[in-house]
T-cell receptor, first 110, second 113 residues
Framework: GENVEQHPSTLSVQEGDSAVIKCTYS??????FPWYKQELGKRPQLIID?????GEKKDQRIAVTLNKTAKHFSLHITETQPEDSAVYFC?????????FGTGTRLQVFP | SAVISQKPSRDICQRGTSLTIQCQVD?????MFWYRQQPGQSLTLIAT?????????ESGFVIDKFPISRPNLTFSTLTVSNMSPEDSSIYLC??????????FGPGTRLLVL
């Protein structure tokens, strides 16, 4: 079955810097890759997603890139703000079932 | 966008007992799912709740331990049976209206003593 690896497990950045989180997946048939943000004590919230027919997608300060050949995708957050502090999860899917990465705890220091 | 709710939001239970968690979506959705998130961990899919038929369980999860119902297109329940402290976790339901995008409920925080 699908396996998703996520790195790093923790990431600390200064406010205004960029943050990059990387995921790799094992099943080349996976075709949908969402990213979720989970604040402490709250539900995971979808922040951006990408499908396998697209190489890059951007939404304001957030972007996701996908390399199908290498089977990896990345989340890029620019101009980080303290409110970006949370745990971020990547996931991969091919048939509605989401397989999640292990999560990255992002801390943005003012 | 649809609103999804869960009841209870949290509970403390004694080992050996069972707890049923309810998940309600305010509009009809195609797919509903149940996940477990152990403390400080990622989300693990327990099962897909199929409307009108048995749930589809993932490896490591069985119907006797986690019976699921899905009587219609807006509602599902997950029962955690014969609980042990290892079942202490957050249980989340989600729905997928189309094209695989899933939205999560607020979760049920379960502590088993």
């Amino acid at each position: 079955g699908e396996n998703v690896e996520q790195h790093p497990s923790t990431l600390s950045v200064q406010e205004g810097d960029s943050a990059v989180i990387k995921c790799t997946y094992s099943d080349s048939a996976s075709n949908y890759f969402p990213w979720y943000k989970q604040e402490l004590g709250k539900r995971p919230q979808l922040i951006i997603d990408i499908r396998s027919n697209v190489g890059e997608k951007k939404d304001q300060r957030i972007a996701v890139t996908l390399n199908k050949t290498a089977k990896h995708f990345s989340l890029h957050i620019t101009e980080t703000q303290p409110e970006d502090s949370a745990v971020y999860f990547c996931a991969a899917s091919k048939t509605d079932k989401l397989i999640f990465g292990t999560g990255t705890r992002l801390q943005v220091f003012p | 966008s649809a609103v999804i709710s869960q009841k209870p939001s949290r509970d403390i239970c004694q080992r050996g007992t069972s707890l049923t968690i309810q998940c309600q979506v305010d509009s009809q959705v195609t797919m509903m799912f149940w996940y477990r998130q152990q403390p400080g961990q990622s989300l693990t899919l327990i099962a897909t709740a199929n409307q009108g038929s048995e749930a589809t369980y993932e490896s490591g999860f069985v119907i006797d331990k986690f019976p699921i119902s899905r009587p219609n297109l807006t509602f599902s329940t997950l029962t955690v049976s014969n609980m042990s402290p290892e079942d202490s976790s957050i249980y989340l339901c989600s729905f997928d209206r189309s094209q695989e995008t899933q939205y999560f409920g607020p979760g049920t925080r379960l502590l088993v003593l």
